[in-house]
Every structure is written in structure tokens, then in C-alpha cells.
């Protein structure tokens, strides 16, 4: 233990990531959970995994350095474009782009000489190789977009319980998710390379399933889906330096505990 | 009906459907103020018909029109349309329809929590404010939406199929209930519903669709009443 406080400087970058991208996924994932669209941030970190493979392509075809973030963001959007405009039958679309945006970071990764560790890093996660910089990017993306989220949360709350309802009143369900599945999108982009894509799944869905089993208010599950998240984050990186074992994997292991714990609980009998 | 009432919404030779016509170009005006009963077999197009009014599809021709500006309407969707998983109390789907007055709501004004509290009264819903809405029975859910969509302090209140599944006497109250809201607060109250027994009596004028003869009609409701009745259908 006294070798972890001795040694914060290296580690407290990368566990301050993991904790604001835990706690920030975990709250927008209660209504993809909600909508039952479980893997929609799984998808979406793919298709930015995908355009960072392009990002690395186009940059060793012209000789230049493209940033990989605008090409990840931008083919993320392009799908949450897909995911809102397609309210049903996107369990399908879900799947498709999933395994188009696998089997093409593959192929176009394949063709890649000199940066396919960066490519990896970017698809399995280095939670461990995070920088102050990374770090202060990801917390000047990740805090806006959870205040915007917190702020917008009754209407996309509305919006995604009844469509319906919501048209009728003059608004548009279509902008709704796209305004959900935009600030998903910006915050993988920005989350991925330090969690990679498992891990983005594990902080999406399972801190919101455990606060889903805890609680019967919308504002209390959001809180709790991100106290679960940062709690799993924090002490899977903790656990995960102390007993030298792979980050992304630990952090969502023990998230994978807090959930089925929750789903437990939701099945006992209440006083 | 009262030639003082204003128009809420105008379908002038409106074609509705979703490729193709479900029946005859429809004209019909809704005023404030208004209870209209929407009719016709399963499948004849009456949600697609107040979908259409109500700006939720585009018209296939023809022309809808809000002569007073869009009016705000509350929409109260067919049982089973909402799921019971999500984590609300009967209050909070009720607060629900003040959050779609606007894209942004931080926190509830007094102003929405009074709105709220008054549409569970008016609903007899008080005692279950703070009940799980997925623990509610059938009819209860049902009212609850209701108390949404009367949150919101409608022009225009749509309900679709409202007493399905729904006992005699509890149909009856909630019938009851919205006739009185209706005069007391001055909305439009439009009912679709293929069942009209319980609903002609507090009906002011009935709007028939009968897709198999390709029929569109509308008009006072002893009219309408006596035309099913020679019928027979419907």
C-alpha cells in the first residue's frame, strides 16, 4: 500500500480518467438501458475505433499526421445519426454497424505499418499510458457534457418513455436521441483511448443496471448510476496497480460485480 | 355546437395514411371546448387521423392548418404504449408532461409541481402519487397519463382507446372526469376509440371511418348515432 501513495504521481492521471469516464458513462447508459439499447455505446466506440484505423490510414497514405479524435468523433456521429433516425428496428442497425465497424478497423488495420500498437491502444484500451493532458481533456469534455446531459435529462427522460406524447406536444423525439447519442458519442471519443471499448461497455451498462435495481426516481438512479461508476472505477484501478493486473478488465470485472449485486437485490423480497 | 368556439386545427381535403390512403380526403375543424369521438373499425386509420392532426405524420395531400397557432396538446397514448420498467412514481409521470413544455427543466418551479398536484387531484390520483407507476393497475396507469397530459395545461386533449380493458364503471368515471375538466378548463377533448357505448353520451359530434366502404363522415352525434344504428356496424 505504501508503495501505491509513494508512487501517485504515475498513476493519478490515468485514475482520475477512469473515474470521471466511469461516473459520466455510467449516468447517460441509465437510458440507453432504459431504451434497452445496450449496445449502442459499444457500437459507438467501435465506429470511432474505426475512424481513429482510418485516421492512421489516411496518415500513412499522405505522409501526414492526422489527429485520430475528429475521425473518431465524426464516424461515432454519423452513427448515433443512424441510431436516432432508426427508433425502431435499431436492435438491427445496432448489430450491422457493430460488426462493420469491427470487421473494418480489421481490414484497414491490416494494411497499417508503422502505428498499429497506437490502433490497439485505441480498441483495447492504456488506461496506464494516459498523460496530464489526456487527462484534462477528457475531464473539459466529459464534465460539460455531464451538466448538459444533467440539465436536458427530464426532456430526453420524456422523449425516451413516450415518443408519442413527446411529438404531440410539438417536440421532436428525433432531435432527443440524437442529442443523447451525440453526447454518448463525444464522450467515447474522448473515453476509448483510455478505457478501450470493453470497458466503455462495462461503465455504460452496469453501474446503470445496479442503480436501476436500487431505485424507483430517475434523479436518484442517475446519481447512484454515477456514484456505482466512479466507486467500480476508482477501486478496479486501485485493485488492478496493487495486484498488477490488466485495468480495463479489473475496472469492469468489479463492475460487473456491483451489477449482478444490484440485480440480486432487485429480486429479494422488500420490507 | 357553439359558433363562438375557436378553431384549434383546420384539415382542409387532408389525405391520411402512410403511403396510401387509408380513406377520402378528410375536412374537419376542431374547435376549444370541444368533446369529439373519433370512430371506426381496428385498422381504419384514427390514430393516423389525430397523428395527422396533431403535426406527429405529414398529410399525403391537402392541407392542415392552426389558425390560432399550434395549440398544446396532450396525448394520451393506447394501454401498453408506455413501458412499466422505468423508474418513476405516479408524480413524477406526472411532472413528466411539464418536461414537455421544454427541452430544459434543472429543476421543478412551483408553478409545475402545482400543475401536477392539480391534474393527480383531478384525477383522484393523490393517494398514489407516490406509488411505483410500473406497480399501478391497468386503469390506474391509464389515469395517471391522463393527469400527464393535463399537467401540461392543454388546449387539446387526445385520448387513444382510453377505456380499453377497463371496467364499466371505472370507463364511466374517467368519461365522467374529462367532461367535467373540459367545461371547466375550456379544452378540446377528442376520444379515439373503435367501442363508442360509453362514450356517446358526453360526445358533441362524432367523426366516422369506415375503411372497408371508404367512408369518411362527420357530424352531430345523434346523426352519427342514428346512422350505426341503421348499420349496424361499428
Given at each position: 500500500?505504501?508503495?501505491?501513495?509513494?508512487s501517485v504521481r504515475f498513476w493519478i492521471d490515468p485514475f482520475i480518467v477512469v473515474i470521471i469516464a466511469s461516473a459520466t458513462l455510467g449516468m447517460l447508459g441509465v437510458l440507453t438501458?432504459?431504451?434497452?439499447?445496450?449496445?449502442?455505446?459499444?457500437?459507438?466506440?467501435?465506429?470511432?475505433?474505426?475512424?481513429?484505423?482510418?485516421?492512421?490510414?489516411?496518415?500513412?497514405?499522405?505522409?501526414?499526421?492526422?489527429?485520430?479524435?475528429?475521425?473518431?468523433?465524426?464516424?461515432?456521429?454519423?452513427?448515433?445519426?443512424?441510431?436516432?433516425?432508426?427508433?425502431?428496428?435499431?436492435?438491427?442497425?445496432?448489430?450491422?454497424?457493430?460488426?462493420?465497424?469491427?470487421?473494418?478497423?480489421?481490414?484497414?488495420?491490416?494494411?497499417?505499418?508503422?502505428?498499429?500498437?497506437?490502433?490497439?491502444?485505441?480498441?483495447?484500451?492504456?488506461?496506464?499510458?494516459?498523460?496530464?493532458?489526456?487527462?484534462?481533456?477528457?475531464?473539459?469534455?466529459?464534465?460539460?457534457?455531464?451538466?448538459?446531459?444533467?440539465?436536458?435529462?427530464?426532456?430526453?427522460?420524456?422523449?425516451?418513455?413516450?415518443?408519442?406524447?413527446?411529438?404531440?406536444?410539438?417536440?421532436?423525439?428525433?432531435?432527443?436521441?440524437?442529442?443523447?447519442?451525440?453526447?454518448?458519442?463525444?464522450?467515447?471519443?474522448?473515453?476509448?483511448?483510455?478505457?478501450?471499448?470493453?470497458?466503455?461497455?462495462?461503465?455504460?451498462?452496469?453501474?446503470?443496471?445496479?442503480?436501476?435495481?436500487?431505485?424507483?426516481?430517475?434523479?436518484?438512479?442517475?446519481?447512484?448510476?454515477?456514484?456505482?461508476?466512479?466507486?467500480?472505477?476508482?477501486?478496479?484501478?486501485?485493485?488492478?496497480?496493487?495486484?498488477?493486473?490488466?485495468t480495463g478488465a479489473t475496472v469492469a470485472a468489479l463492475l460487473c460485480l456491483f451489477g449482478a449485486v444490484g440485480m440480486i437485490a432487485q429480486k429479494l423480497p422488500s420490507r | 355546437m357553439?359558433?363562438?368556439?375557436?378553431?384549434?386545427?383546420?384539415?382542409?381535403?387532408?389525405?391520411?395514411?402512410?403511403?396510401?390512403?387509408?380513406?377520402?380526403?378528410?375536412?374537419?375543424?376542431?374547435?376549444?371546448?370541444?368533446?369529439?369521438?373519433?370512430?371506426?373499425?381496428?385498422?381504419?386509420?384514427?390514430?393516423?387521423?389525430?397523428?395527422?392532426?396533431?403535426?406527429?405524420?405529414?398529410?399525403?395531400?391537402?392541407?392542415?392548418?392552426?389558425?390560432?397557432?399550434?395549440?398544446?396538446?396532450?396525448?394520451?397514448?393506447?394501454?401498453?404504449?408506455?413501458?412499466?420498467?422505468?423508474?418513476?412514481?405516479?408524480?413524477?409521470?406526472?411532472?413528466?408532461?411539464?418536461?414537455?413544455?421544454?427541452?430544459?427543466?434543472?429543476?421543478?418551479?412551483?408553478?409545475?409541481?402545482?400543475?401536477?398536484?392539480?391534474?393527480?387531484?383531478?384525477?383522484?390520483?393523490?393517494?398514489?402519487?407516490?406509488?411505483?407507476?410500473?406497480?399501478?393497475?391497468?386503469?390506474?396507469?391509464?389515469?395517471?397519463?391522463?393527469?400527464?397530459?393535463?399537467?401540461?395545461?392543454?388546449?387539446?386533449?387526445?385520448?387513444?382507446?382510453?377505456?380499453?380493458?377497463?371496467?364499466?364503471?371505472?370507463?364511466?368515471?374517467?368519461?365522467?372526469?374529462?367532461?367535467?375538466?373540459?367545461?371547466?378548463?375550456?379544452?378540446?377533448?377528442?376520444?379515439?376509440?373503435?367501442?363508442?357505448?360509453?362514450?356517446?353520451?358526453?360526445?358533441?359530434?362524432?367523426?366516422?371511418?369506415?375503411?372497408?366502404?371508404?367512408?369518411?363522415?362527420?357530424?352531430?352525434?345523434?346523426?352519427?348515432?342514428?346512422?350505426?344504428?341503421?348499420?349496424?356496424?361499428?
Amino acid at each position: 500500500m505504501n508503495e501505491l501513495f509513494s508512487s501517485v504521481r504515475f498513476w493519478i492521471d490515468p485514475f482520475i480518467v477512469v473515474i470521471i469516464a466511469s461516473a459520466t458513462l455510467g449516468m447517460l447508459g441509465v437510458l440507453t438501458t432504459l431504451r434497452r439499447s445496450l449496445f449502442v455505446p459499444v457500437t459507438l466506440a467501435q465506429t470511432g475505433a474505426l475512424g481513429v484505423t482510418v485516421a492512421f490510414f489516411l496518415s500513412e497514405l499522405m505522409a501526414v499526421e492526422l489527429p485520430p479524435f475528429p475521425f473518431a468523433l465524426l464516424t461515432a456521429l454519423g452513427a448515433s445519426a443512424l441510431f436516432a433516425a432508426r427508433r425502431s428496428g435499431g436492435a438491427v442497425a445496432e448489430a450491422v454497424l457493430f460488426i462493420a465497424a469491427s470487421a473494418g478497423t480489421i481490414l484497414i488495420g491490416s494494411f497499417l505499418r508503422g502505428d498499429i500498437h497506437d490502433v490497439q491502444g485505441v480498441l483495447f484500451g492504456s488506461a496506464v499510458l494516459v498523460s496530464r493532458g489526456e487527462m484534462l481533456t477528457v475531464a473539459g469534455v466529459a464534465l460539460p457534457a455531464a451538466i448538459l446531459f444533467f440539465a436536458l435529462r427530464r426532456s430526453l427522460f420524456a422523449a425516451s418513455f413516450d415518443p408519442d406524447s413527446y411529438a404531440a406536444a410539438g417536440r421532436s423525439p428525433f432531435l432527443a436521441d440524437l442529442i443523447l447519442y451525440i453526447l454518448l458519442s463525444v464522450l467515447i471519443a474522448v473515453t476509448t483511448r483510455a478505457l478501450g471499448t470493453l470497458l466503455v461497455f462495462a461503465a455504460t451498462a452496469l453501474p446503470a443496471l445496479a442503480a436501476l435495481a436500487m431505485g424507483r426516481s430517475f434523479d436518484r438512479v442517475l446519481v447512484r448510476a454515477a456514484l456505482v461508476g466512479a466507486c467500480g472505477g476508482g477501486n478496479g484501478f486501485i485493485m488492478s496497480w496493487l495486484f498488477d493486473l490488466p485495468t480495463g478488465a479489473t475496472v469492469a470485472a468489479l463492475l460487473c460485480l456491483f451489477g449482478a449485486v444490484g440485480m440480486i437485490a432487485q429480486k429479494l423480497p422488500s420490507r | 355546437m357553439n359558433s363562438e368556439w375557436r378553431a384549434l386545427v383546420e384539415l382542409r381535403d387532408c389525405g391520411i395514411g402512410w403511403e396510401r390512403l387509408l380513406v377520402p380526403p378528410v375536412s374537419l375543424t376542431v374547435s376549444a371546448g370541444e368533446y369529439l369521438l373519433i370512430t371506426g373499425q381496428n385498422g381504419a386509420g384514427k390514430t393516423t387521423l389525430v397523428k395527422t392532426m396533431l403535426g406527429m405524420i405529414p398529410a399525403l395531400s391537402g392541407e392542415v392548418r392552426y389558425p390560432a397557432g399550434r395549440p398544446l396538446a396532450g396525448y394520451v397514448p393506447q394501454r401498453g404504449a408506455v413501458p412499466e420498467h422505468y423508474p418513476v412514481t405516479a408524480r413524477d409521470a406526472v411532472l413528466m408532461g411539464r418536461a414537455l413544455l421544454r427541452l430544459m427543466a434543472l429543476r421543478w418551479s412551483d408553478e409545475d409541481r402545482a400543475a401536477a398536484d392539480r391534474a393527480l387531484a383531478d384525477l383522484d390520483l393523490a393517494a398514489l402519487a407516490e406509488r411505483s407507476f410500473g406497480e399501478l393497475s391497468g386503469g390506474q396507469k391509464q389515469r395517471v397519463l391522463v393527469a400527464r397530459a393535463l399537467a401540461m395545461e392543454p388546449q387539446m386533449l387526445v385520448l387513444d382507446e382510453p377505456t380499453v380493458n377497463m371496467d364499466a364503471l371505472s370507463a364511466r368515471r374517467l368519461l365522467h372526469q374529462l367532461d367535467e375538466l373540459r367545461r371547466a378548463r375550456g379544452m378540446a377533448v377528442l376520444i379515439v376509440t373503435h367501442d363508442i357505448a360509453p362514450v356517446i353520451a358526453y360526445a358533441d359530434r362524432v367523426a366516422l371511418l369506415d375503411r372497408d366502404r371508404g367512408l369518411f363522415r362527420v357530424g352531430q352525434t345523434a346523426e352519427i348515432a342514428a346512422e350505426l344504428m341503421a348499420g349496424g356496424d361499428a
